[in-house]
């Protein structure tokens, strides 16, 4: 029975621009059209509403409704995603086809080995795992290549430099001044450290990856029975990528900031009475 209370706009939008719909109200123009009859029209009208009444609230539309919008996102994300891929040096397009072809690999012996047609979830949630590699990856680089751009020793050195120039300042003025970049280049040294570590957690992230898929790939080999396979710990490495994501939250800014303290930092330098 359709749930009238349900009904909102977006079904509503949907109902109108299926094709059922469209020709229901064209073949009602042609009958009128045919006959020269205003009854055809009317009908239409009338079928119409009741079409729009109960088609949008029911759960059945709406599942379709809502399995077509996620069947037309993750087709947008892979599209996305394969034209990453793109961008990525070779060596890197390397490892993520290297663990594409693992992942079907791991799929094709399962149902050789065990016999079975259908791939257990557990296993099948390695499409996600791969996923989730490929975007691992691609934060990877990109702070790689971010902390590559950055000489950590000349920026200790300028803060050493600037603790120093406090100490002997001549006045309060440029005792401020001094501090101030001291301040700055204190948080673009944390801000380093943070991208540091973010960097080095998400490089042993990529290799628990792909350790997994190649103990997935041993166990369907030699133990292949689905019992056996479905004792790996996949919520494990779940679980662990989760986290690795949270933290990469936690550190999102860290790139930003630095830009952010090198701009300051050049402002500084601008600032009359100070040294370069």
Known sequence: MADFSKLNFQYLKEALKEPVNFWGMAGFAVAAAYTGSIIPLGAA???????????????????????????????LRERQREELIKGFDPREREAVEYLRWMKNTIYSNYRKFTGSKEIPSNIQSLDQRWEDFVDL?????????????????????????????????????????????VEILKRRVAAF??????????????????NFFGLVNDQVVTLPTP?????LDFEQLSDSIAMTKQMLD???????A??????QMGNYELLPGTNR
């Open 137 to 181: 990856l691609d934060i990877y680089r990109r702070r790689k290549s971010h902390l590559r751009s950055i000489n950590r020793q000349a920026v200790q050195n300028q803060l050493t430099q600037a603790e120093r120039s406090v100490e002997s300042a001549p006045d309060d003025r440029a005792k401020r001044v001094q501090q101030a970049n």
């Open 45 to 75: 009208l009338a079928a119409e509403g009741l079409y729009l009444v109960t088609v949008p609230a029911s759960s059945l539309y709406r599942r379709l409704v809502d399995k077509r919008r996620k069947d037309q996102l993750r087709k």
């Open 258 to 263: 630095l830009d952010s303290y090198n701009r």
């Open 227 to 231: 019992e056996r396979v479905s004792s």
């Open 193 to 210: 450290n943070d991208l540091e570590r973010s960097v080095k957690l998400v490089e042993g992230q990529l290799q628990s990856i792909e």
């Open 250 to 256: 936690a550190t999102a800014d860290e790139v930003g």
